[in-house]
């Protein structure tokens, strides 16, 4: 009999684990997170020469309350219709903002966030080439862009050290040829350094 109790301890001890949580967005802890997905729409084949999409990696700091400090970069590719073809503009860009914390768990687990940034980089339209393949000369030119960009992000931890980001954001840029407003949506990965 005591070995049958013993047993059903062991048993239950692996079956219910209790779980001890490290602490979570601690004034001055920071992570690397890298995100990716889509701009102006979402992807598919009838639309493949309309959209676009993103990819960024940035370093997050937090601060009182659980909100943040972001800093990072990100590369825009967007297609535009011509003819037959599509003309490919790409946007190298450099952000910095803050994230306030609106919503959050008693756990600490989720988060919603809204966050506001300064972006400011690069455009390039065509790779820089001037003549398109039927003759025709474009327009537009490569030039420097700086605007902002307001953020909704939702973040949950799926381990203490490796947080899932959702993102949809709003970029407005003066000085582009193009277009001055892109929508994106998300996912990304922070992974807590400190």
Not at 1 to 18: D, E, H, W, Y
Not at 34 to 40: L, Y
Not at 54 to 83: H, I
């Amino acid at each position: 009999m005591k070995r049958i109790i013993f047993i059903l301890t062991l048993v239950l001890c692996f079956a219910l684990p209790g779980g001890a949580y490290a602490q979570r967005c601690l004034p001055g802890m920071r992570g690397i997170q890298v995100t990716g997905g889509m701009a102006d729409g979402f992807y598919s084949s009838p639309t493949r020469n309309e959209t676009g999409y993103y990819f960024g990696a940035a370093m997050a700091t937090y601060t009182k309350n659980c909100n943040k400090w972001v800093f990072g970069g990100e590369y825009l590719a967007r297609y535009y219709p011509y003819k037959d073809s599509r003309l490919p503009v790409a946007q190298f860009t450099a952000e910095g903002g803050y994230f306030l914390n609106i919503l959050s768990d008693p756990s600490k687990t989720f988060f919603l966030s809204l966050g506001g940034s300064a972006v400011a980089g690069y455009e390039t339209v065509n790779w820089g080439d001037k003549l398109l393949f039927d003759g025709s000369t474009l327009e537009n030119r490569d030039r420097f862009v700086y605007g902002g960009a307001i953020t909704l992000e939702m973040e949950t931890y799926l381990t203490d050290r490796v947080v899932l980001l959702l993102t949809g954001r709003e970029r407005i840029l003066s000085g582009s040829d193009m277009t001055k407003f892109h929508t994106q949506f998300g996912i990304g990965l922070r992974f807590m350094i400190d």
